[in-house]
């Protein structure tokens, strides 16, 4: 096995950076600006609200406070996948199936708008919609794996039950005891197609700033008020979308989720011959496992991993020794392949582990806890904020809005978050579900 490639923390250190088209030239914001909406955060979520919200009409702007992308949007895995913890049928049960069955039609549509949106909106963004495979890691693990399948197969989606050859065929390596794949899924360019959203949002009369942190938020006579550094926005509405990046601007979104570290490696691009034998069918794949593992070759012949990060914002050895080594393990053939980028970002877990629509006053919304599968999910979130500033009454929103969620004890997630993963990897040896 070769050495171990250099991690660069931030977005500037992801694979992306390095091979999105540039980003938008965007100003920061200088003085004081009213619109009828003030979104907060440029990632998926906020540049889907932001999109849709113009497109209905509403006068938009954007803060963020880096770059287009530079929280979690523009460094994960860009693996795009319908769904959410919940199995339509448990999301009938649990919501009624009304709003049940609209929840079911917008989550399993999450995937079908990202490449909708990328073709209506012409976004300069490499993408395949080849299908997403979640391996079962044990036999314990399968059934729950063809719970799931058999109901998105009722339902006459694209997707089908793998048994263990098939499953080989399609990831290349005989891991599995069996799984599925759903044909909706795909893959993105994630940091390229954050930043076409933006120059979409742009095009329908947004105004978006950026290096323009939010620093403070109060009422104000027209609504609310927000200070940045140079300036201020005075807004009727609110939406906030800084999921895990939430600092002290509004408390109650930094404890409402388990902030977690997630890691990814890439080699430099593959030969024609390892591509062949690597999930030759494009497919992205992720598992059962808690501490799973995720995976996929990007538009260059790239192969990323991805998993589980440390509890601190320092990267090290170990851990990027366990991507290198599980890559090794599924593909032992890949000998001495060089690396050439290591990167992270930090993904929001809901104690539910579901999405959110959050009412936190009158006039300010937040959408967040998308739970490592926010590329779909966040982008059709931004539909669903959109629509309610719009001035959708909530009970024709296809999510329920609900109160912010809370973690109890959050001081105490690092110790805390540490135990859980002892135990889930204990879990994961024992071959139980996740
Ligand atoms: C390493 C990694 C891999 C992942 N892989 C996948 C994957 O393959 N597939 C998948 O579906 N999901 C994946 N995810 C999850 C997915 O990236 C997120 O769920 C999604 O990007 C969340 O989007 P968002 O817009 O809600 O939040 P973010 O993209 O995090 O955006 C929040 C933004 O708010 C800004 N902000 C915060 N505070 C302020 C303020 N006060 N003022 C202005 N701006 C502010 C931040 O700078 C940030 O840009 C992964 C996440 C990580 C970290």
Redesign the pocket.
């Known amino acids: 096995m070769t050495g171990l490639p250099r991690h660069v923390p931030g977005l500037a250190g992801s694979l992306w950076s390095a091979t999105a088209p540039t980003a938008p030239d965007l100003p920061a914001l200088d003085g004081d600006i009213h619109a009828d909406v003030v979104v ?8 889907s609200t932001a999109l849709h919200a113009a497109e209905a009409g509403l006068s938009v702007v954007l ?19 319908p769904g959410v913890k919940l199995d339509p049928d448990d999301l009938e049960r649990t919501f009624g199936s009304d709003l049940g069955g609209r929840m079911t039609r917008l989550v399993g549509g999450g995937a079908d708008l990202v490449f909708d949106l990328i073709q209506r909106h012409g976004i300069d963004c490499p993408w395949r919609q080849d299908g997403w495979i979640q391996g079962a890691h044990s036999t314990i693990a399968l059934p729950s794996v063809l719970k799931r399948a058999e109901q998105w197969i009722a339902r006459g989606v694209p997707a089908d039950i793998l048994d263990r050859a098939a499953i080989a065929a399609e990831t290349g390596h005989d891991t599995y005891v069996g799984g599925w794949i759903d044909r909706r899924a795909g893959q993105v360019n ?1 940091l390229a197609y ?1 930043r076409g959203l933006a120059r979409a949002a742009v095009g329908r009369g947004a105004r978006l700033f950026v290096q ?4 403070a938020i109060g009422k104000h006579a027209e609504g609310w008020k927000l200070a ?1 550094a140079k300036g201020s926005v005075v807004a009727a509405q609110v939406a906030l ?7 002290a ?1 509004w408390p109650g979104l930094r404890v409402a989720q388990v902030p977690v ?4 490696v890439a080699t430099v691009p593959l030969g024609h011959n390892l591509r062949s034998r690597i999930l030759p069918n494009g497919v ?1 794949v992720s598992e059962t496992r808690k501490l799973a593992w ?1 995976y996929r070759l990007d538009a260059d012949g790239r192969l990323l991993m ?1 998993g589980r ?1 440390p509890l601190g914002e320092q990267v090290g050895d170990a851990t990027l020794r366990g991507l290198t080594r599980a890559l090794h393990r599924f593909y032992p053939f890949l000998g001495d392949v060089a690396w050439s980028h290591a ?6 877990l809901t104690l539910d582990h579901m999405p959110h629509l959050c009412r936190l006053a009158p006039g300010v919304l937040a ?2 806890g ?9 982008s059709a ?1 931004g539909t669903v904020l959109a629509k309610s500033l719009a001035g959708s009454p909530d009970r024709d929103l296809d999510l329920p809005v609900t109160d912010l969620p809370r973690v109890p004890l959050h001081g105490l997630r690092q110790p805390f978050v540490a135990m859980a993963i002892g135990y889930h990897r204990i879990r994961d040896a024992l071959g139980l579900p996740g």
């Open positions: 907060v955060g440029g990632g998926f979520t906020g540049l803060l963020e406070a880096g770059e287009i992308g530079s929280g979690a949007s523009g460094r994960n895995g860009g693996q795009v996948i994630p954050a323009s942190p939010a620093t940045t979308c800084t999921d895990a990046y939430s600092g601007l570290n997630s890691v990814q992205v995720y991805g990060g990167w992270s970002g930090t993904v929001g959408g967040l998308y739970n490592g599968r926010g590329v779909a999910m966040a979130m």
